[in-house]
């Protein structure tokens, strides 16, 4: 692949990340393509140049370009790939309009089975309006959610994440590693008995507005006058906390969209504030992850450290595939957290285990490098 800055020209795929979860996508991906002799080029916007940076992948800022279209003129891709994002304006939705008025196939790789209504939608009132030729999805409970939405299933494969396949070598890595020197450096105020709990934020209200049926709908209703979903659920987790016979030591896992400030009231109440760096080794360094259904609870699953979720419905609970399959336990009501929260943090609560973790996808990066290698070769025949 050409260095950032020279002009790429004849890409056989052109990939294209803005979220962080479409980043960590694509990335596991382009080494393969490489080594099978595959031209492929990265294009970028938002908080997914950052996380090409940290992994090393070369690309290009699509701020370079006046619009999709001149992009796709420039570059003369084969094939087009375009991670989702939140964004309703994001340039993956412009790539797929250009690709398709060009006779360019397209494929969009789907993260996460949440807001499967909104990713291809742009502005319109139509969930496929931006629709690709063709979906990865990661799980069966993400393909379903696009099957309803009218997409054909033949158009639908579902192969999993290329960031298992990371997280479950970097469980291997860690397992050479001294686990107490790690809690003490990423924990520095952390005493050696302390059980560290993670909390995982998905989104302030800042960014995530509130969803239709707030709060009426929900099961939970924090303190009474959060601003939005993860601020409800924040405020459940911390009083149940406050309940327990011994306080745990706890880290707020800060989303990479939200700053501290979202959260400036709750601070005080925790005894680390983490954003950014490597979540892994964080999450390897802690006894339990909470959250309501962000990848962080997935990938504690996957590095088998115990997760919790806390859901203000249940129509949540496919929003993500832990979660969904009953790997990751979830509650929904006050009652539950207090208890279940006291039995995880214990010691000797079980760990997920190898049947646990061989029912989530395998070898993701190699089934969907096939895919694509056949898809491309399709595309140019």
């Known amino acids: 692949m050409k260095s950032r800055g020279e002009r790429c020209s004849d890409l056989d795929v052109l990939f294209f990340a803005e ?16 080594e099978a002799g595959v031209y ?4 970028a916007a938002g908080l997914a140049e950052s996380r090409f940076r940290r992994a090393g992948i070369k690309f290009d800022p699509v701020s370079r370009y006046s619009s999709a ?3 796709l003129e420039e570059t003369r891709p084969a094939l087009v790939a375009v991670g989702t994002a939140t964004n309703q304006d994001t340039y993956g939705l412009a790539l797929i309009e250009s690709a398709r008025k060009a006779g360019v196939p397209s494929i969009g790789m789907v993260d996460l089975p949440v807001n499967a209504e909104t990713r291809f939608r742009g502005r319109t009132s139509d969930p496929l309006a931006y629709a ?3 979906l990865l999805v990661p799980d069966s409970y993400t393909a379903e959610a696009y099957y309803r939405l009218g997409v054909p299933s033949e158009c639908v494969a579902v192969l999993g994440h290329p960031h298992f396949d990371h997280v479950r070598a970097a469980r291997e890595e860690f397992l050479t ?13 952390a005493k050696l008995k302390d059980r560290i709990v993670l909390f995982a934020t998905e989104g302030s209200a800042r960014i995530s507005p509130p969803p239709k049926g707030y709060p009426h709908e929900y099961t939970l209703a924090g303190r009474g006058h959060a601003p939005g979903r993860t601020e409800l659920i924040l405020e459940e987790f911390l009083d149940a906390v406050s309940g327990l016979a011994e306080k745990p030591f706890l880290v707020l896992r800060i989303h990479p969209k939200d700053t501290p400030h979202d959260y400036a009231q709750y601070l005080k109440e925790f005894d680390a504030i983490s954003q950014g760096g490597d979540a892994l080794s964080l999450i390897h360094a802690s006894d339990l992850v909470v959250g309501l259904s962000s990848m ?5 699953t996957l590095l ?15 929003r993500l595939l ?13 009652g539950e957290l207090g208890p279940i929260l006291s039995k995880l943090i214990k010691p000797d609560s079980p760990t997920p285990d190898a049947e646990v973790l061989g029912r989530l996808p395998l070898n993701c990066v190699g089934q969907i490098t096939s895919l694509l290698l056949d898809r491309l070769g399709a595309a140019k025949e």
Do not use: K, Y
Request: proline letters at 10%; aromatic letters at 6%.
């Open 304 to 318: 088998g450290v115990r997760t919790l979720s806390i859901l203000p419905r249940g129509v949540e609970r496919d």
């Open 19 to 34: 979220d962080p979860g479409a980043a960590n996508f694509v990335a596991p991906l382009i080494s393969p393509l490489i």
């Open 177 to 189: 590693v001294d686990r107490e020197e790690l809690r003490m450096c990423h924990f520095t105020g």
């Open 322 to 334: 832990t979660i969904a399959a009953g790997i990751t336990p979830c509650v929904m009501s006050r």
């Open 132 to 134: 690709p030729d063709f």
């Open 296 to 300: 962080l609870l997935l990938e504690a």
């Open 69 to 71: 279209q001149d992009c």
């Open 40 to 43: 492929p080029g990265v294009f």
